[in-house]
């Protein structure tokens, strides 16, 4: 699961805007994907879904809310390092499902299958890694491999 938050921190230094949000709801979603993350390096897994659990709960995930959608998958990697495989996989599904923003919905197909995987789903675990393969996500290939073949 190291590689999975690694693959996280990656690409949650990566930020965007909303401009329909104001400045203050930014900078506290902002704030709280950070200290969130930094948490989640740390293995403080409790206080990192706390952290992003503030996010969530302030804004609605949309289609372009790239913060949010962070949010959604760090509280889901976290999460996942706790045993809570399908509250994870219930977090990347929103992603998915809300998220147009191509490389976080790609992470939370990877992520997703790594979910599916630990409560022993191959199929499911198999498909998600394969669309995450396809957008992008080549570690995807080494679990197909691993686990799919």
Do not use: P
């Amino acid at each position: 699961m190291k590689k999975i938050i690694i693959l996280f921190l990656i690409l949650a230094a990566c930020k965007d805007s909303d401009n329909s949000r104001t400045e203050n709801n930014m900078d506290f979603d902002l704030s709280n994907t950070k200290k969130g993350t930094e948490h989640l390096q740390s293995g403080n897994n409790e206080l990192a879904i706390e952290h992003f659990n503030k996010v969530i709960n302030n804004t609605e995930l949309n289609s372009t809310n790239f913060i949010i959608a962070e949010a959604y998958i760090g509280r889901a990697t976290a999460k996942g390092e706790l045993g809570d495989f399908r509250g994870a996989i219930s977090d990347l599904t929103k992603v998915i499902d809300k998220s147009n923003v191509k490389h976080l919905k790609a992470q939370a197909y990877f992520l997703r299958g790594v979910g599916y995987s630990n409560i022993n789903d191959t199929d499911s675990a198999c498909n998600d890694w394969s669309k995450a393969g396809e957008m992008g996500i080549s570690k995807a290939y080494e679990y197909i491999r691993e686990d799919c073949i």
